[in-house]
């Protein structure tokens, strides 16, 4: 214990750089693209291929690297680009994504503002098709001859079957704050759709979102470091306050000629997802209050909607990316609610009461289903197969989050783990007569982390929390230590799981001479509708409840930990959660750091605040209770408050906000203000320097003496 902290760098590198990723099969399965940087170190990534040939894997070869392709050149990110990796939390350079054609021959991407087409054959340099466009998001049509692709908040689309590519404006703005092909910010934000229009199977016409934003209020992100500088206008949707309009049209790819889709738009005016793998393209769409989602079948020549399903559930309807999937015979594979989620195909269940699916993979040549279900024993995710009429057969075991790529008959296993410490190297594999026959790996050049978490795993009696406790690597059983929580604690996302990413920065606090515990409570995935619609119109109580339970099961486990230096930390939900244990608890809660925390969920978005404590203006005691700034003056510990002042997902109103509210009741508090930083951190010195400012914070108000003063 006392002398492994000192020597460990406080760095918080992105310890997938260098590793594969938006890995992307086609061809038949007979091609692999993917991201890749050229080592750990490296934000900068490249775009590789590896082709299968008689089940053999070539050598990966590589297709585009921006450093040669931009060499000398100093374009800079369309805005709207920029906005979009912010709503991915894209911390990467280089190429970011990238578009294949069906056959897998051509792949186009966007560097700087400008389009290139990668050559057919490897070895030749990628050729620059559109140049000073401001272009992002280009996406070839199945058959490869064209490129569609956004400039200015309009779709553009480029013949590169010709000899000389030929630009054509397929839609543009016909008045101010509207765009086509792009994505809104709820879509982005919150149900995971990043894309604005969509190919037809036959690539003579496309599907495209006209985004009205006039109606949505105007914010105003500044940069008060520079004050020459002209705040940055967006539109933001608060709760109760007007979404964008979002309409739909057919667009012929040589013409431009639009057709409306119609809908009764007023009654469900989310769109949720666009699929078009078959005749007839697949539209959902999401009720204001999410408690009714309808799948329409569009008619691609009259634009006609015909109701294909729909669902109800009085909390609400969860939205799971990349669903539903719509393949070209007209299969449609979903995930549905009862007891459990599970996996339909056609409206049909296939997967058994048992298993709580977690998200679709893909479906391989023969038919077969590919997922991703939760194992609560080693706190993991598997990865499973079902076929059409068949049993669910379970292809991955053991410690750790296992997905999936899939494409004709190659699966790709991606896999996290406690006992490598970083990000396993793909495992790709052909599927043969019903059974994965390994054929190779992508290599990965990520960094190993200069510590492993290892962390004890308990379950509480009451509700059957999983907690993860993570002590100092020389701990020797017997000193008293401090007790930091460190949960995320909300909807979408869990912490404990045996996967090195999930828990390394617990290691680091640990090695800092603390018992850290990772908790998830209610609302959080993996068990089951029922356990994450348990937050329905309370974000608050649930949640701090829940750590509580954890903790105390912990210390009854663990005598030797100081129940009185008990502190608790988190980011965005988790500083929410954080600020709010601190003011609510402080029975429990010595002291707290609450990063980009929402302070009232009405300067939260409509799509997120809405599905959980419903329309502000019907239900304004909901948001009352879960508000920080009401009970402000409750405050009797320690808390800091951090915040990245370019914030354009958790404003940086919220901290204001609330230490404005702290300030007038006279309550002391800390607050930290980021001066260029987003939501995410990706600026290395900022991401280590928080570390250390966290640690110096919680060592004041904590009296504990660092490990290296100790020794």
Known sequence: MADSFPRQNARTRNFTLGHPRTVTVTGGGGRIYFLRSRHGEDTVNCLWRIDITNDQMAAAVLVADPLTLAAGESGELPAEERRRRERLRERSAGITSYSVSKDGQRVVFALNGDLYLAPEKPGRQPARVLKGESAYDPRLSPDGHYVAYISGGALGRLDVSAAEPQVKQLAKPDVPHVTWGVADFVAAEEMDRQRGYWWSPDSTRLIAARVDNQPVTDWFISDPSNPAAAPTTIKYPAAGTANAGVTLSLIDAASGD??????????????????????????????????????????????????????????????????????????????????????????????????????????????????????????????????????????????????????????????????????????????????????????????????????????????????????????????????????????????????????????????????????????????????????????????????????????????????????????????YLAAAAVIFRPDIFAAAIAGAPVSDWRLYDTHYSERYLGDPQANPAVYDQTSLLTAAARLERPLQIIHGLADDNVVVAHSLRLSGALLAAGRPHEVLPLSGVTHMTPQEEVAENLLKLQLDFLRRHLDVIAPEAAS
């Open 258 to 575: 639009k057709t409306a889709i119609t809908w009764d738009h007023r009654d469900y005016p989310y769109l949720v997802a666009v699929r078009w793998a078959s005749a007839s393209p697949l539209i959902v769409v999401q009720s204001r209050d999410q408690t009714r989602i309808k799948h329409y079948l569009i008619d691609p020549v009259s634009g006609d909607a015909q109701l294909q399903a729909e669902q109800k559930d009085p909390r609400w309807i969860e939205i799971h990316a990349g669903l539903p999937a719509q393949f070209p015979d007209g299969q449609i594979v979903d995930l549905a609610d009862t007891d459990v989620r599970h996996l339909t195909v056609n409206g049909k269940a296939v997967t058994p009461p048992h298993l709580n699916v977690r998200q679709f993979s893909g479906r391989t040549d023969d038919g077969t289903l590919i997922f991703e279900a939760w194992d609560p024993t080693p706190r993991s995710w598997q990865v499973w197969a079902v076929a059409p009429e068949g049993k669910p057969t379970q292809l991955t075991r053991g410690e750790g989050v296992h997905g999936a790529t899939v494409g004709g008959s190659t699966v790709i296993i991606h896999e996290n783990t406690l006992s490598t410490c970083r990000y396993e190297a793909p495992q790709v594999h052909l599927w043969m007569d019903g059974a994965l026959k390994r054929i190779g790996e992508i290599a990965t050049h990520a960094a190993v982390p200069p510590l492993q978490p290892r962390p004890a795993w308990l379950t509480s009696t009451k509700r059957h929390l999983e907690a993860a406790v993570i002590l100092p690597e020389h701990y020797d059983g017997t000193s008293p230590l401090p007790v930091l929580m460190s949960p995320y604690g909300g909807p979408h996302a869990q912490y404990a799981v045996a996967a090195s990413h999930a828990l390394l920065s617990a290691q680091w606090f640990a090695n800092a001479g603390f018992a850290v515990i990772v908790a998830d409570g209610r609302g959080a995935p993996g068990r089951g509708p029922a356990w994450e619609k348990a937050i329905h119109r309370d974000l608050l109580n649930p949640a701090i409840e829940d750590q509580v339970e954890a903790l105390q099961t912990v210390l009854a486990k663990y005598p030797q930990l100081d129940s009185r230096k008990v502190a608790i930390r988190g980011w965005s939900f988790g500083g």
